[in-house]
């Protein structure tokens, strides 16, 4: 079993800051990949940014593309998101996202419980 546990979510001015932290734990072989999803209410679930833990290579949603940063600690098996110049339409739940090496070829991805986001106009 994987946990995600997120943290940095928050209520920011239009123009502001947040970073976000999301730490794996359990039992796995190795992490693939990590992310950021968001869901805004009545939309569906989106990508916003992932890493892969050991290239470093990144993926981003065009809508955050030149404002978000993606980066991972390997060693504390956590991601972060910097996000900058927020604006009120990034405004979601934030889940963090992992794809996960269990034994072998098996691969699970796992979710994290959520972190809230507002951005205020």
């Known amino acids: 079993q994987v946990r995600l546990v997120e943290s940095g979510g928050g209520l920011v001015q239009a123009g502001g800051s947040l970073r976000l932290s999301c730490a794996a734990s359990g039992s796995f072989f190795s992490i693939n990949t990590m992310g950021w999803y968001r869901q805004a209410p009545e939309k569906q679930r989106e990508l916003v940014a992932r890493i892969t833990t050991s290239s470093g290579s990144t993926d981003y949603a065009d809508s955050v593309k030149g404002r978000f940063a993606i980066s991972r600690d390997n060693a504390k098996n956590t991601v972060y998101l910097q996000m900058n110049a927020l604006k009120p339409e990034d405004t979601a739940v934030y889940y963090c996202?992992?794809?996960?090496?269990?034994?072998?070829?098996?691969?699970?991805?796992?979710w994290g419980q959520g972190t809230q986001v507002t951005v205020s106009s």
């Open positions: 996202n992992s794809l996960v090496s269990i034994s072998g070829p098996t691969t699970l991805r796992y």
